[in-house]
C-alpha cells in the first residue's frame, strides 16, 4: 500500500488513527513520506502538549507524546544487548543508529505491539538523546514544548535546544556541581520541580536557576533563605514541614511589591 497515492483527506484519516510511535517510524521511509505526515498531522501535531524524555528505571528511556485526550510513549532509548538479526539501522540527524520493535506494554495503560528502541552502549546515551531530539524538532516542529526528567540513580541533563522544563531530584553534592555546570552553560528554563533533602543552600546568588520563570521546590526542612532571597522569576511554589518565619515574611514582602506570584505550602 503506498500512502502518497490516496487523496489527501484518506491520508490524513489513516494517520490519524496511527500510534504516535508508528508515524515515527513510518517517516524514516523516504523524505517525501516524512513531508507527507509533516503535512496530514498539522492539527494533530498543534495539539500536543509536551513531549517528555523519562527514565523508567533500569538502562531505558521513555520518550513520551502528552497532548490534549491523553499520553502515549513513542519510543525508548535503550542499552545495547548482545548482537542480534533483530537491530536494523537507521539515520537519525546524520547519525546511524541500531533500532530494534519490541512487543512491550507501553506506559498510560495503552499497548502498543511494536514500540521501537533505540539501542545504544553507554557512551552513545547522550548522543543518541541529542540525535532524536534534533530529529523531533525537525519532525515536530520548534512549537511543540520539551521537558526532561531526572532519574535519582542517574543524574544527567544534556543540552537540548528548546527543552523548556525539567524535573530534578538531587541527592548528592556531585547531583548539584552538575545542576549548576548545566545552568551555567544554558539559558535559562521556564519552569524546572526540584525535590531535595535538607541541606545548605545549594546555589550561589548569581546562579541561572534564580532566573527560572516558575519553581516548584520540596524540600523537607527549608532551614536557609537562598530560595527566598535569590529567586528573579514570576512564580514559586514552595513546599516544606519547617522554615523560618521571618524568612517568609520577607519574602512575601518583597514579591506583594513586585506582583509576583506565591504559593507556599508547608
Not at 73 to 83: N, T, V
Not at 150 to 163: H, R, S, V
Request: aromatic share 14%; charged share 25%.
Amino acid at each position: 500500500m503506498k500512502l502518497c497515492k490516496f487523496p489527501y483527506h484518506v491520508q490524513e484519516d489513516i494517520l490519524d488513527n496511527m500510534e504516535f510511535s508508528e508515524i515515527f517510524l513510518l517517516s524514516f521511509v523516504s523524505h517525501n513520506m516524512k513531508k507527507t505526515i509533516k503535512s496530514c498531522q498539522v492539527t494533530r501535531f498543534k495539539s500536543i502538549n509536551v513531549i517528555m524524555y523519562e527514565g523508567s528505571g533500569g538502562d531505558y528511556k521513555t520518550v513520551d507524546v502528552h497532548y490534549k485526550k491523553g499520553s502515549r510513549s513513542m519510543l525508548m532509548i535503550a542499552s545495547h544487548r548482545l548482537p542480534s538479526n533483530d537491530y536494523f539501522p537507521l539515520n537519525i540527524s546524520g547519525k546511524i543508529y541500531d533500532f530494534r520493535l519490541c512487543d512491550e506494554y507501553a506506559k498510560y495503560g495503552s499497548f502498543c505491539k511494536y514500540l521501537p528502541h533505540a539501542c545504544c552502549h553507554p557512551y552513545e546515551d547522550e548522543s543518541v538523546i541529542k540525535s532524536i531530539h534534533s530529529y523531533l524538532l525537525d519532525f515536530f516542529g520548534n512549537s511543540v514544548k520539551y521537558h526532561w526528567k531526572t532519574e535519582k540513580d542517574n543524574f544527567i541533563i544534556p543540552q537540548l535546544p528548546n527543552l523548556l522544563s525539567c524535573s530534578i531530584w538531587l541527592e548528592d553534592d556531585s547531583d548539584t556541581k552538575a545542576l549548576e555546570e548545566y545552568f551555567s552553560s544554558s539559558s535559562a528554563l521556564k519552569s524546572i520541580y526540584l525535590s531535595v533533602d535538607e541541606r545548605e543552600e545549594l546555589f550561589s546568588a548569581e546562579s541561572k536557576f534564580y532566573q527560572t520563570e516558575a519553581i516548584d521546590i520540596d524540600q523537607h526542612h527549608m532551614d536557609h533563605c537562598g530560595f527566598l532571597s535569590h529567586f528573579q522569576g514570576r512564580q514559586i511554589y514552595l513546599s516544606c514541614y519547617t522554615c523560618y518565619v521571618s524568612d517568609l515574611i520577607t519574602f512575601v514582602d518583597r514579591w506583594q511589591s513586585e506582583k509576583h506570584i506565591i504559593i507556599w505550602n508547608t
